[in-house]
């Protein structure tokens, strides 16, 4: 029996269930069985319990329930908490005004260049009552990660409206007066509408006074000292601005010459080592330290680089922080089909060979490569290419993270002109990157080298009418190229670079959401052919925002280091394979969009499209995560801060009509990436999923077949090779959520 109750000044008063009652009722407005909440509530607490426990208590029994009307009413419950912590409750929430002033003074918002009748005027827009009708998957990852707290006393500081208005006035403060409240009007309805899904590092920061809003970055490391230092540099400064590290070390192999062969060279894990030290030093808050490094498919070290993270590798060869991606191409594919023969050479040895790879001329790496097969004075060694793959497989089927990137095709189906020699975190960036020549040349303002730099959000399908997708890619495109602008960069050269590329990533979230309300499956002629219709909209549309941020602002510096001058658009370049598994025709008259686009002389942005995982930011959402199907209806995810449950949306009417990622053949799931890839800049987080559940060993098999077929079909890369067994559909999966390193890329 509970007869007092702590407040939250400390006071003891008499428990009045009347009280408890009130709370229960009010956010009950779904339609559920109050009193039984309250009462377990009642009955989990204790005589001298706090007011917030019995709140946590009506939450967790709301929660426990595990349908969306008991979300729903857990939201509310929940947020009432943010209020009561950031205001005192729901009457004594303050104005606009008065919360900028207080934010300001306590140096969480940035001062903006708004006047007191802007801000009044902008009162006017701010509706706090769309927080109450949040669930509560989304308010408990807005509190947990994404609200200004107090991080010594836990207290939240802000509230969810009051977050997205923040964003939006940042964001746009810098926008020509005569439109700019029309801007953040227009920005802050989509954000709080939860139609334009932002990631990880713009949710913490814009509004604030960081501006580390970079999701990723990408470099290249050449084969000297002062380069693989630079190199290592980055990937430190680069995690402390919020940024998943892409790196990739075109070095001599282990055993080879140094210093005319006085010194002996370590190889790759050395370096390896040094990384995953720079990226885990400084571990942020809201998002851990994450990086991803390449190697590609000639290193002479490839055996020990394919196991770094195996749990069976020996102590001193074993790098398990960090994960790591190999990169083919086409030829060596085709030698893995034919159970070839393949030849591993150093950098060193082959460097023609080296830069070849990177390139989309097959005919030319052939060519070089039988020239240096053929040189009896060059070191090689002969291994099957089958080996090497099936190796790369397995390790990705026992540990998920040996990742894929097919680099010839990442650098033929591009508006790039520069070369692409790897991706990112979560290989849905495809950049040019450049050495940097030493520490000087990263901090000039005229660089040598380049950091591919890209920041990202998506677009959340399903939610987005026909009629209003244009209006929403635009604010999108215009959000990330304000970003672009007021982002703080560690590094002047990055500056530079990335403010003349203006390289952006706009993805899809949501898809296996829209499908299920479309009754469509992923793995039906029908099903592809929508999958089509949503890339090219999506595309179409991106390129048209950016035509017209090119009009209003001026075209990308660098533009004519892309194919935009000469009229390139993604239906150009795509593998034509892919047409052979959908029969959906272009719906969107391209040609005329192609004409206005040469009249330009291109576009505001080098590239648009990129396919990331959205990981945290669709809890924040709600919604399905990027183009995957659902794991399962019901999802517990569990982060560094805390566990969510995530419930399929929409479950009980369309439970049917969802497809299970374990129960999808993954044929079906490359020809949908192909689909989208035919419309996508750079490239996309694609996972596949290996249901063992009656079967022992994974097929080999099925490893090569999917891993051809990628290529087949024009994939440029491939994420996680997810494998499980014996997956149970009643009740819940759970699952750690990777984030991405908080991104995009979680997004």
């Not at 977050?163 to 926008?175: K, S, T």
């Not at 006074?209 to 693989?228: E, Q, R």
């Not at 990157?433 to 040598?448: A, F, I, Q, R």
């Not at 593998?575 to 291109?602: C, F, M, P």
Request: aromatic letters at 10%; charged letters at 25%; a negative charge.
């Amino acid at each position: 029996m509970i007869n007092y109750v702590v407040k939250s000044n400390g006071e003891r008063e008499k428990f009045e269930a009347e009280k408890l009652n009130k709370w229960a009722e009010f956010a009950s407005h779904y339609e559920v069985d109050w009193s039984a909440i309250a009462l377990e509530a009642y009955r989990k607490c204790y005589d001298g319990c706090t007011t917030l426990e019995l709140h946590k208590a009506m939450i967790d029994a709301c929660v426990e329930r595990e349908d969306h009307q008991h979300l729903k009413m857990a939201g509310r419950l929940l947020i009432g908490t943010i209020y009561k912590e950031a205001f005192g409750g729901y009457r004594q929430i303050p104005t606009l005004a008065e919360f900028y002033d207080r934010m300001v003074e306590l140096n969480h918002w940035e001062v903006m260049n708004y006047t007191r009748e802007e801000l009044a005027e902008l009162e006017n827009i701010i509706d706090h009552e769309i927080d109450i009708n949040y669930n509560y998957t989304t308010l408990r990852q807005m509190k947990d990660r994404y609200l200004i707290s107090n991080r010594v006393t836990g207290l939240c500081l802000e509230s969810p409206q009051f977050m997205f208005m923040g964003m939006a006035m940042q964001n746009m403060q810098n926008q020509p007066r005569e439109r700019r409240m029309q801007d953040i009007a227009k920005l802050y309805r989509y954000l709080n509408e939860l139609k334009i899904n932002t990631p990880t590092p713009m949710l913490i920061n814009m509004r604030t006074p960081h501006k580390g809003y970079a999701s990723c970055c990408v470099y290249t490391a050449d084969d000297n000292v002062k380069s693989l230092a630079v190199g290592d540099h980055i990937a430190y400064m680069m995690t402390c601005a919020s940024a998943g590290i892409g790196s990739h070390l075109l070095t001599r192999s282990k055993g080879d010459p140094v210093k005319e062969g006085r010194v002996v060279h370590q190889g790759k894990l050395p370096y390896y080592r040094m990384i995953q030290s720079a990226v885990h030093a400084n571990m942020q808050a809201s998002r851990g330290g994450s990086a991803t490094v390449y190697f590609n498919v000639l290193d002479p070290e490839i055996s020990d680089l394919l196991v770094l993270k195996n749990p069976t590798t020996i102590t001193q060869k074993r790098i398990r922080d960090i994960d790591y991606a190999m990169i083919v191409n086409r030829y060596f594919v085709e030698k893995v089909a034919r159970n070839e023969d393949w030849m591993l050479v150093s950098l060193l040895h082959a460097p023609k060979l080296y830069d070849l790879l990177y390139d989309a001329d097959y005919e030319a790496f052939k060519a070089e490569y039988e020239r240096v097969l053929a040189d009896e004075s060059v070191k090689k060694t002969m291994v099957k290419a089958r080996d090497i793959a099936l190796k790369s497989l397995t390790e990705a089927a026992e540990t998920g993270r040996i990742y894929l990137t097919y680099i010839d095709e990442m650098n033929r189906h591009t508006p790039f002109k520069d070369t692409i020699y790897s991706s990112n975190l979560c290989l849905e960036i495809a950049l040019p990157t450049k050495s940097y020549t030493g520490m000087l040349d990263l901090y000039s303002e005229d660089p040598v080298g380049e950091i591919g730099l890209c920041s990202l959000a998506s677009i959340v399908v399903g939610r987005v009418s026909e009629e209003e997708y244009e209006d929403v890619a635009y604010y999108c495109a215009l959000m990330i190229d304000n970003v672009i602008e007021i982002m703080e960069y560690p590094f002047a050269s990055l500056k530079t670079t990335a403010q003349a590329r203006r390289s952006i990533g706009v993805g899809i979230t949501n898809l296996a959401h829209e499908m299920a309300l479309q009754k469509l499956s992923y793995a039906s002629l029908e099903g592809k052919n929508y999958i089509h219709f949503i890339a090219e909209r999506h595309s179409y549309f991106l390129h048209k925002a950016s035509l017209r941020l090119a009009q209003e602002k001026g075209n990308a510096d660098w533009i004519d280091r892309t194919k935009y001058p000469e009229g390139w658009l993604p239906i150009d370049t795509y593998n034509k394979n892919v047409d052979s598994v959908h029969t959906q025709a272009l719906k969107y008259d391209w040609e005329t969009l192609r004409q206005a686009i040469i009249a330009q002389g291109g576009i505001r942005h080098s590239v648009l499209e990129a396919m990331m995982p959205v990981e945290s930011s669709s809890q924040l959402t709600n919604t399905t995560n990027g183009l995957y199907p659902i794991r399962n209806l019901k999802v517990m995810k569990t982060s560094g801060t805390g566990k969510n449950l995530l419930l399929a949306p929409d479950m009980d009417e369309l439970a049917p009509y969802y497809d299970i990622a374990w129960n999808l053949d993954s044929k079906d799931l490359i020809e949908m990436y192909a689909i989208i890839q035919k419309f996508t800049g750079q490239a996309i987080s694609a996972d596949l999923y290996l249901n063992m559940q009656n079967q022992q060993t994974i097929s080999s098999r099925q490893l090569l077949s999917d891993f051809i077929y990628m290529m087949k079909l024009g994939c440029k890369t491939r994420y996680y090779l997810n494998s499980a067994s014996g997956i149970v559909h009643e009740g819940y999966e759970k699952v750690e959520d990777q984030s991405c390193a908080g991104g995009a890329c979680t997004l």
